[in-house]
């Protein structure tokens, strides 16, 4: 049996399909319902490098045949910035020392690259604990350690109202939008964007210092509705103060899942119901979207630090189960 080779994969590469599939399969087997990134969405972001960060793409080659994948994300002119890892060898090919090498590799780029820091996610599915599975026992080997859970939480759809609660005080208000942020909200948006920066849970991991302007957030939010996605939006307003947003994504090539992504209540709103107002409204965003567009929406996906003990309530209280962790993980160079 030949040594596998590693080799770049690039976005004309005819075996970036294959290296996606091994990344895809690793990630997502045994874990039931679970959104996970198209090959539409790898083919984008080869073809349209992100302006600020930079995307390496790796495979281990056993002849013609995939069976390693490797990606490292890192910020764009930042070494202090974490490198960030994903790292796959395919079922068949476990045991042979494949994922040693990947990692191996990506902590020699991170060297040559002057990173100080590698941060991965490994997924474990259910109950099941971390030390008990393959991914934690390599993950372990290769001087990582965790440093933060999130619960992997599922929504059935269609939603049935539950958790929606009596309306906020007359103090709160909540916007909702689909797409693109609307001009007047746009500095509000911006620095609620900027304070989920801050403020969401990392552990005891380095927290990444990306600045969020208007700038930056409209060209992320572009690049995500030029790929296809669709963007459902809410922000709450305490006497006309913006206190908090959350926030959806529907992705055309994987309609089964939709993505909830990032919530936030301001420290100083909090207690006020600002939260389920702002799930309810975009709940309700997504009813109408997928009563219009018939698509085939059968959860929602989000994550939630398990140090979030209201935000992990209130989640259950809209019918959200535990499916599973995530844990994220880094080791210094």
Not at 39 to 57: D, M
Not at 219 to 229: F, K, L
Not at 235 to 248: I, S
């Amino acid at each position: 049996m030949s040594e596998p080779r590693i080799v770049a994969v690039d976005p004309s590469s005819p075996i970036l399909r294959q290296w996606h599939e091994v990344l895809r399969a690793a990630y997502t087997q045994g874990q039931g319902p679970m959104w996970w990134i198209s090959l539409a969405h790898v083919l984008y972001t080869a073809e349209h490098p992100h302006p600020r960060r930079s995307r390496w793409r790796y495979a281990a080659l056993d002849g013609t045949r995939v069976v390693g994948a490797l990606e490292l994300v890192s910020a764009v002119g930042d070494p202090a910035e974490p490198v960030q890892v994903e790292l796959a060898v395919a079922p068949e090919a476990q045991g042979r020392g494949i994922g040693r090498e990947l990692a191996s590799y990506a902590l020699q780029f991170a060297a040559d690259h002057g990173h100080h820091t590698l941060q991965t996610e490994v997924h474990v599915p259910g109950a099941q604990a971390l030390e008990d599975t393959r991914s934690g026992r390599f993950l372990r080997d290769q001087g990582f350690r965790v440093g933060n859970v999130e619960d992997r939480l599922l929504l059935d759809l269609p939603w049935d109202g539950r958790g929606e609660g009596d309306p906020p005080s007359g103090e709160v208000r909540v916007q909702s939008w689909v797409g693109a942020c609307p001009q007047r909200y746009e500095l509000e948006w911006a620095a609620l964007k900027q304070q989920m920066q801050e403020d969401h849970p990392v552990g005891d991991l380095v927290r990444g210092d990306t600045r969020i302007d208007v700038e930056r957030m409209r060209e992320d939010e572009g690049r995500m509705i030029e790929r296809g996605w669709t963007v459902l939006r809410s922000m709450a307003l305490l006497r006309d103060r913006p206190v908090g947003f959350t926030e959806m994504f529907l992705d055309a090539d994987e309609p089964a899942i939709v993505v909830q992504d990032s919530t936030l209540v301001d420290r100083a709103a909090r207690g006020k119901g600002v939260g389920r107002s702002l799930k309810a409204a975009n709940l309700h965003q997504l009813e109408r979207i997928t009563a219009d567009t018939a698509a085939e929406a059968r959860y929602v996906q989000t994550w939630t630090s398990q140090s979030n003990a209201p935000m992990l309530a209130l989640n259950a209280q809209f019918g959200f189960r535990v499916a599973g962790t995530m844990h994220d993980a880094e080791r210094t160079v």
